[in-house]
C-alpha cells in the first residue's frame, strides 16, 4: 500500500528536523567536550569533542541528502554528498591518527586529567540524546523504507557507544585515579 503525499511529507519534515537538531547538538556538544576537556587535560573527553565536530560534518551531508532525497525520491549520493563523505571519512582517520599518538604519550608521561566528572556529565547527556535520536531516526527510516536514514540512526548509534567509551572511562579515573585509564579511553575512542 503506497503512502499519502501528506504522510510522506510530514515523514520527511521529521526527518529534515532530526538532521538540523543532530547537527546543532553535535556542534555545541563538540564545543563544550573540546573546551572541558582541553581545560581538565583529558584526552578523551577532547578527542570526544573533536569527534563530534567530524560529525556535524556528517550530518549536514545528510541533512543535504533528505532535501534531494525528498525533491526527487532518489537516493543515489550527489557531489555535494560524496564530498561530504571523503572529508569525514578522512577526518574520522586523522582523529584516529592522532588521539592514537597522543594518547601513546600520555602513557608514556603517566600524565593523569585533573578529573574526568565532566566527562561523566557529557557522556550522560549524550546517551540520552542519542538513545532519543536512534529511536526517531529508526521510526522515520523504517516508515519512508529509506536505507540512507537508517544509516544514519547507525552513526548516531555509534556515537552513542563512543558515549560509552567516555563515561567508562572517565568513571574509571575518577573511582581508580589510575591516569591511563584517560589515555585508554581515547584510544578506544580513536
Avoid at 50 to 68: N, P, Y
Avoid at 109 to 132: C, D, E, N, Y
Wanted: glycine fraction near 8%.
Amino acid at each position: 500500500m503506497d503512502m499519502l503525499p501528506s504522510t510522506r511529507n510530514k515523514l520527511y519534515a521529521r526527518a529534515n528536523f532530526l538532521a538540523l537538531f543532530t547537527i546543532v547538538y553535535n556542534f555545541i556538544e563538540g564545543a563544550a567536550s573540546m573546551w572541558l576537556g582541553a581545560a581538565d587535560e583529558t584526552l578523551t573527553l577532547f578527542g570526544f569533542g573533536v569527534d563530534s565536530f567530524i560529525e556535524v560534518v556528517s550530518a549536514i551531508g545528510v541533512w543535504h541528502m533528505l532535501k534531494r532525497i525528498r525533491g526527487n525520491n532518489g537516493e543515489t549520493r550527489d557531489e555535494f554528498e560524496q564530498r561530504a563523505l571523503r572529508i569525514t571519512g578522512g577526518a574520522f582517520y586523522c582523529l584516529a591518527s592522532g588521539l592514537f599518538l597522543t594518547a601513546v604519550v600520555s602513557i608514556g608521561r603517566q600524565h593523569k586529567p585533573q578529573t574526568t566528572v565532566w566527562g561523566i556529565v557529557v557522556s550522560l547527556v549524550s546517551i540520552s540524546f542519542m538513545w532519543a535520536l536512534i529511536h526517531h531516526k529508526v521510526k522515520v527510516g523504517r516508515a519512508l523504507n529509506s536505507a540512507a536514514i537508517l544509516a544514519n540512526a547507525a552513526c548516531s548509534r555509534a556515537c552513542m557507544y563512543l558515549s560509552l567509551v567516555l563515561m567508562a572511562a572517565s568513571l574509571g579515573y575518577e573511582v581508580t585515579g589510575i591516569g591511563s585509564l584517560d589515555a585508554v579511553g581515547a584510544m578506544l575512542i580513536a
